[in-house]
């Protein structure tokens, strides 16, 4: 994902990495483009904001070199057009911070309006944590002359309402020094001076409320000659004269309140759930701040719909706007195409078919601006990759859970909770069974701990209470698989899935490890064993723990990174190598990692 930032500093990151834009001429044009995005910015006007009076001979000739550096830059995710004398930038995935800004504003502005306090200044919060200072710091004083003072006048008002959302909630301990600061840089703003007033006379220090006042008129008088507004004066009396009306509300309104149509499309949670009880925590806490989007990631049968759907459950107070939840059928061979997605998201919002845009990009826009408005919760579960989930994010107040196999590295903004194999006291109560504690090790360490297997054995043990675990625990040995199938419950099914999105060499890769090494294995006993080059082998391992079948577990002697393979990803991989490597070719794998261990062994 393409991030720009342009409240402070201008930076742009992509996939979290820095990149770094040229000189101020560049970031200007950049800015420009950005300000006005999938809109044409005219050459005069790129020209004027870079040299105004000063302008030089070969000016479009630069604008154009400008262009096209940025061009090589940004990638493909950004579009810069030329198009009728001028340049238009279209980039429907990229994340602008004032775009958010103004989403954040709009949506708390709205929520203070209705009386939702604790919503507005959630989202006004929000808004105002985006800023790193002045805005567009190193773009030329042309165009910051122009929008600087538009932006830090929407940022003062953001803060306003804020500080006016925070004192209907009882806050004004918390917020009178920041007022109290506010009014130091904005000295003439007789709001700000209202609204610190108001917060001393409630912290019980009338004379500093009244002083606030005086210092006003004084500052007035000197720099305009003028008086107070009647609306200050009229504060000033009421400090006076201690109006009962100026007290702190005794029970702010929340504002957390269900809408009557919110939709509420959560599955129920897993009843039996179990274990996970530190994840959950972190979750529950991530998902009660505004703007929040946390994934839930791990190795297929790990849980991971049952947590997320714990935790929307136990958040959906947080939520009054309702809850979205849709299954992106990412881990299939047939993901759910965004487009379609976001028609769904869009009917759960009141908005019928006949009413959406045709065009995907603005499909999502709108998704934006009706969800990013409201404190709703979006469920994506099974989540192929950042690439299916690019479009269905909706920023402003709007929380969102995902789910997926994947790592979602490029996630940016994403607070990312991993789930292994259950700990072992909680395998054994989902296992359910009253058995000796040796034949019930053997099963949790036949299954790896893995939540989805031992829900099949649990099952099974419950539906045939006069099977011995005895015999269960022979037929997992003999024939694992077929034991880990009941219903629509398929272990080596979902195992196979993952392995479908392998390409032919990582499958391949996947097979040989799995026969020849045991856990934990280093990057150099599996370059050995491929017969490949150090750093291709590490690149490899990488790209299988995108999707968890190979998994890093720290460093070893030689301070060279150690990793894992599930025992039942393990076991079906092992199978493959059976069936599709000839035997000569699993005989040369074996006689090198043989010879390998002869020469040097630098895992511990």
Known sequence: MIRFQLLGPIEVTRNGQHLAIGGSKIQTVLAILLLSRDRVVSDAVV???????????????????????????????????????????????????VDEFEQLAAAGQAALAESRYADAAQALRA????????????????????????????????????????????????VVSELTAMVSRHPLRENVRGLSMLALYRC???????????ACRRHLAEELGIDPGDELKALRQAVLEQDPALAAPAAADSGVRPAADAPAELPPAVPDFVGRQRP??????????????????????????????????????????GQLYVNLAGSTDTPREP?????????????PDHEQPTDPAERA????????????????????????????????????????QNRLLALEGAVRVRLGPLAPAAARTLLA??????????????????????????SRLAAHPELPVTRLAARLAADPFGQLR????????????????????????????????????????????????????????????????????????GRLDLHTIHPLVRAYALGRAFTQEAPQERGAALERIHQGHRLWSPAA
């Open 486 to 557: 009941i219903g629509d419950l398929d272990v080596e099914a979902r195992i196979e899935a993952a392995y479908r999105k392998l390409t032919a060499h990582q499958q391949r890769a996947l097979r040989l490890l799995s026969m020849g090494l045991h856990d934990p294995f280093s990057v150099w006993h599996a370059a050995v064993l491929l017969d490949a080059p150090l750093d291709a082998t590490q690149e490899l391992l990488d790209e299988l723990s995108v999707l968890h079948l190979a998994e890093p577990t720290g460093r070893g002697v």
């Open 280 to 321: 959950l925590e972190r979750l529950t806490a991530v998902l009660r701040a505004p703007a929040a989007t946390a994934a839930v990631v791990g190795l297929t049968g790990t849980g991971k719909t049952a947590l997320a759907l714990q935790a929307a459950h136990a958040v959906r107070e947080a939520y009054p706007d």
């Open 127 to 174: 808004a105002e944590e985006l800023w790193r200072g002045h805005a567009l710091v190193g773009a030329t004083e042309y165009l910051t002359d122009i929008e600087q003072p538009r932006l830090e006048e929407l940022r003062l008002t953001v803060g306003e309402a804020l500080m006016t959302a925070e004192l209907a909630l009882g806050n004004h301990q918390q």
């Open 47 to 97: 020209s004027d904001l870079l040299w105004q009076h000063d302008l030089p001979s070969t000016s479009n000739a630069q604008i154009q070199t400008y262009v096209s550096r940025l061009r090589n830059q940004l990638g493909p995710q950004v579009e810069l057009v030329r198009r009728r004398g001028g340049y238009l930038l279209h980039a429907p995935e990229a994340w602008v911070d």
């Open 204 to 214: 019980g220090r009338q004379a500093e409320a009244l002083a606030t006042y005086d």
């Open 365 to 404: 826009r709108l998704f934006r601006q009706l969800a990013g408005a409201r404190r709703i919760l979006v469920v994506l579960d099974d989540a192929a990759d950042e690439l299916q989930l690019r479009m269905l994010l909706p920023g402003g107040l709007a929380g969102v859970l995902i789910t997926s």
């Open 433 to 458: 069974t009253s058995a000796d504690p040796l034949l019930t090790a053997r099963l949790l360490e036949a299954t790896g701990r893995l939540p989805l297997a031992l829900r099949v054995l649990g």
């Open 339 to 351: 487009a379609a997605v976001l028609a769904s998201l869009l009917r759960s919002l009141q908005v």
